[in-house]
């Protein structure tokens, strides 16, 4: 599943939800953020339409991080920068 925030995109591998027994997204969400992950059916969810999410998130990116830190590594988070491709482009960093 994914969401869209004001100006990042995250993006939730199900599969390795799968035997997740700390759900740390949504503990992370509650407590960095407003709470807009949530547990169903044992696997996290958000609720509300898009833009609703969209103007509740807080792209604070601790979902990602309690993921990767004490869930299955299932969260990755798009986090476009403008201008980064020109500036890679620029100092051969691509
Ligand atoms: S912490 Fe990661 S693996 Fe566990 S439920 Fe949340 S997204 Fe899925």
């Given amino acids: 599943m ?13 599969a390795k939800c799968e035997g997740c027994e700390t759900h740390a997204c ?3 969400c509650r407590t960095y953020s407003r709470g807009i992950l ?7 969810a958000v ?5 609703e999410i969209a103007r509740k998130g807080t792209e604070c990116l ?5 993921c ?6 299932a969260i990755t988070i798009e986090a476009p920068v403008e ?6 482009k620029k100092y051969g960093t691509e």
């Fill in 47 to 51: 609720e509300g339409d898009a833009e």
């Fill in 26 to 28: 949504v503990d992370a």
């Fill in 38 to 44: 949530v547990l169903k059916d044992g696997r996290p």
């Fill in 68 to 73: 990767w830190t004490k869930g299955n590594s």
């Fill in 62 to 66: 601790a979902c990602e991080f309690a």
């Fill in 2 to 14: 994914e969401f869209s925030e004001r100006t990042i995109k995250v993006i939730i591998d199900e």
């Fill in 83 to 88: 201008g980064l491709d020109a500036y890679r």
